[in-house]
């Protein structure tokens, strides 16, 4: 079933008004602004104005029936329009383009599960097929259902009962499917909520839900005491095709063949308005480029908020698949900011020199590293490594083998002892308990994670704005060579890192 798609219809026309096309709003070149100074960027970025652009996108989604800001959706257009309003504010500085992307999303869902005859919270999973069912037997499998031999015979015309982890949504009920289930309901991992995420795009599986760690822990406790189990199921979602835009936003003067990049996703999961995840860094990177406004940089300087992330780095992967390889060459670094604002936070830097997970970038990605520790360091701030594989919208840029790095704050990983030692909080539940959920709004974000990373971005963008003194050179020696390891390294079925998020 689809949604009727009229309201998002007359919105992205409403979007697209703000430009005549799809090509970049030329505008006459500021001059006369001072060099930008480290410090005084740094000081400009106010929690006041964090928040309130925070608060002004929580608005937005709680303006329309779904309360989101899905990709496509009227929540996540008129976000959309609120950043370029808020960059066209600024005049002459940036050249904005809109840049358009269509594909299927997850307009819409429900679900609703049963076990002998308990009502039970349950949710479903972007992509999730519709189904129905009464009166069926659930049957676990073994370890986590990743591996063939996980999956007992038993399932066949039964609903599997999984755990989550280590391998993806996809793969699990792909397994289950093979053997005859019928159905699935995967059971979280963690204290935080019911099991959620998506399976990537359409498919042909069996439909699945989600459950909390809790209940599926108590149902595997009584089939394994000899209580048989029963369920029934009703899980559906309206799927359709919209169109979303990236905005990109390009200063005006600098080295336009030294780029510094920047990015965060725009967009929202169904279940709410997303604020922290993303709405943190896409007003962290708003506020850093409203503030640069006043400032000349010697090197060009590019922002860009990204849509489609949470159906698997759609946007990002568009943009960079449609770039002119002559034009990803003069990007020197990517910088992304996915979450940074987690309620259970850390401080996190991508590990853009391996040192922490043996998995490392392509030169320039361990400088960036090295540059977020000793602002943090300089700070007094405790911070911890981040795994660097890829999974947020950095991952095209790895694939294109340009130089990364980011910080965030954590999404469903597991807080440890230690990490409370170094930041405060609670172990043993998520960075963030509101991932993909309802209550991921204005009142949930831990203020000091957001303005300490926000304050960080700001001392990146004083820093390679200013010069690339120090920095390796891009590694091109032809304007279409790409990074040699980066297919097999950052494959764009790794989504989400440990503190990262959504697909297993």
Same mark, same amino acid.
């Given at each position: %079933?689809?949604?009727?798609?009229?309201?998002?219809?007359?919105?992205?026309?409403?979007?697209?008004?703000?430009?005549?096309?799809?090509?970049? *709003?030329?505008?006459?070149?500021?001059?006369?602004?001072?060099?930008?100074?480290?410090?005084?960027?740094?000081?400009? +970025?106010?929690?006041?104005?964090?928040?309130?652009?925070?608060?002004?996108?929580?608005?937005?989604?709680?303006?329309?029936?779904?309360?989101?800001?899905?990709?496509?959706?009227?929540?996540?257009?008129?976000?959309?329009?609120?950043?370029?309003?808020?960059?066209?504010?600024?005049? #002459?500085?940036?050249?904005?383009?809109?840049?358009?992307?269509?594909?299927?999303?997850? *307009?819409?869902?429900?679900?609703?599960?049963? *076990?002998?005859?308990?009502?039970?919270?349950?949710?479903?999973?972007?992509?999730?097929?519709?189904?129905? @069912?009464?009166?069926?037997?659930?049957?676990?499998?073994?370890?986590?259902?990743?591996?063939?031999?996980?999956?007992?015979?038993?399932?066949?015309?039964?609903?599997?009962?999984?755990?989550?982890?280590?391998?993806?949504?996809?793969?699990? *009920?792909?397994?289950?499917?093979?053997?005859?289930?019928?159905?699935? +309901?995967?059971?979280?991992?963690?204290?935080? &909520?019911?099991?959620?995420?998506?399976?990537?795009?359409?498919?042909?599986?069996?439909?699945?839900?989600?459950?909390?760690?809790?209940?599926?822990?108590?149902?595997?406790?009584?089939?394994?005491?000899?209580?048989?189990?029963?369920?029934?199921?009703?899980?559906?979602?309206?799927?359709?095709?919209?169109?979303?835009?990236?905005?990109?936003?390009?200063?005006?003067?600098? #080295?336009?063949?030294?780029?510094?990049?920047?990015?965060?996703?725009?967009?929202?999961?169904?279940?709410?308005?997303? +604020?922290?995840?993303?709405?943190?860094?896409?007003?962290?990177?708003?506020?850093?480029?409203?503030?640069?406004?006043? /400032?000349?940089?010697?090197?060009?300087?590019?922002?860009?908020? @990204?849509?489609?992330?949470?159906?698997?780095?759609?946007?990002?992967?568009?943009?960079?698949?449609?770039?002119?390889?002559?034009?990803?060459?003069?990007?020197?670094?990517?910088?992304?900011?996915? %979450?940074?604002?987690?309620?259970?936070?850390?401080?996190?830097?991508? #590990?853009?020199?391996?040192?922490?997970?043996?998995?490392?970038?392509?030169?320039?990605?361990?400088?960036?590293?090295?540059?977020?520790?000793?602002?943090?360091?300089?700070?007094?701030?405790?911070?911890?490594?981040?795994?660097?594989?890829?999974?947020? #919208?950095?991952?095209?840029?790895?694939?294109?083998? +340009?130089?990364?790095? &980011?910080?965030?704050?954590?999404?469903?990983?597991?807080?440890?002892?230690?990490?409370?030692? %170094?930041?405060?909080?609670?172990?043993?539940? /998520?960075?963030?308990?509101?991932?993909?959920?309802?209550?991921?709004?204005?009142?949930?974000?831990?203020?000091?994670?957001?303005?300490?990373?926000?304050?960080?971005?700001?001392?990146?963008?004083?820093?390679? &704005?200013?010069? @690339?003194?120090?920095?390796?050179?891009?590694?091109?020696?032809?304007?279409?060579?790409?990074?040699?390891?980066?297919?097999?390294?950052?494959?764009?079925? %790794?989504?989400?890192?440990?503190?990262?998020?959504?697909?297993?």
């Amino acid at each position: %079933m689809k949604v009727p798609s009229s309201t998002v219809a007359f919105t992205a026309a409403s979007v697209l008004a703000l430009t005549s096309s799809a090509e970049p *709003i030329k505008r006459t070149t500021k001059c006369g602004l001072p060099l930008v100074q480290d410090k005084a960027l740094v000081d400009s +970025i106010l929690l006041e104005d964090l928040v309130g652009c925070a608060q002004d996108l929580e608005d937005m989604a709680y303006a329309t029936s779904r309360r989101n800001r899905v990709h496509g959706t009227e929540g996540h257009l008129n976000s959309v329009k609120y950043f370029v309003e808020q960059l066209e504010s600024l005049g #002459d500085y940036y050249d904005i383009e809109l840049q358009d992307y269509t594909t299927e999303v997850t *307009i819409q869902s429900q679900a609703s599960l049963s *076990i002998n005859g308990e009502t039970i919270e349950a949710g479903g999973f972007s992509f999730g097929n519709n189904g129905t @069912w009464t009166d069926t037997p659930l049957v676990p499998v073994a370890n986590l259902g990743c591996n063939p031999e996980d999956i007992p015979d038993s399932v066949s015309g039964n609903i599997a009962l999984i755990a989550r982890g280590n391998c993806t949504f996809i793969s699990k *009920i792909t397994l289950a499917g093979e053997k005859g289930a019928i159905g699935a +309901i995967i059971y979280n991992n963690a204290e935080a &909520g019911l099991a959620a995420g998506t399976l990537g795009g359409v498919n042909e599986e069996i439909p699945v839900g989600g459950i909390s760690r809790a209940d599926g822990l108590r149902f595997l406790e009584q089939i394994e005491s000899g209580s048989a189990l029963t369920s029934g199921g009703e899980f559906w979602q309206y799927i359709d095709n919209t169109t979303s835009y990236n905005v990109v936003a390009t200063s005006k003067h600098g #080295d336009a063949n030294n780029v510094l990049f920047l990015g965060a996703h725009s967009d929202s999961v169904e279940a709410g308005p997303g +604020i922290n995840d993303n709405g943190s860094g896409s007003c962290g990177l708003l506020t850093i480029a409203k503030a640069l406004a006043k /400032w000349r940089t010697n090197n060009q300087v590019r922002f860009a908020w @990204w849509t489609a992330e949470e159906e698997g780095l759609l946007g990002s992967e568009h943009y960079v698949d449609i770039a002119a390889p002559s034009e990803l060459d003069k990007v020197r670094l990517y910088l992304n900011f996915d %979450m940074i604002a987690s309620p259970n936070y850390v401080l996190g830097i991508y #590990d853009g020199d391996g040192s922490s997970f043996n998995l490392s970038g392509p030169a320039g990605s361990a400088e960036a590293e090295k540059l977020f520790e000793a602002w943090y360091e300089s700070e007094g701030l405790p911070y911890v490594g981040s795994e660097f594989n890829g999974r947020s #919208d950095y991952g095209p840029f790895l694939d294109a083998g +340009i130089p990364c790095g &980011g910080l965030d704050t954590g999404a469903d990983g597991i807080k440890t002892e230690e990490e409370v030692t %170094m930041f405060g909080g609670t172990a043993g539940i /998520w960075y963030d308990p509101n991932y993909h959920s309802a209550a991921d709004n204005v009142t949930n974000l831990d203020l000091e994670a957001f303005e300490a990373t926000s304050r960080g971005i700001a001392h990146a963008v004083a820093t390679w &704005g200013k010069t @690339w003194e120090g920095f390796p050179t891009r590694n091109v020696t032809s304007l279409t060579k790409r990074y040699s390891g980066a297919s097999k390294k950052y494959s764009s079925l %790794m989504r989400k890192s440990r503190r990262g998020k959504k697909a297993y």
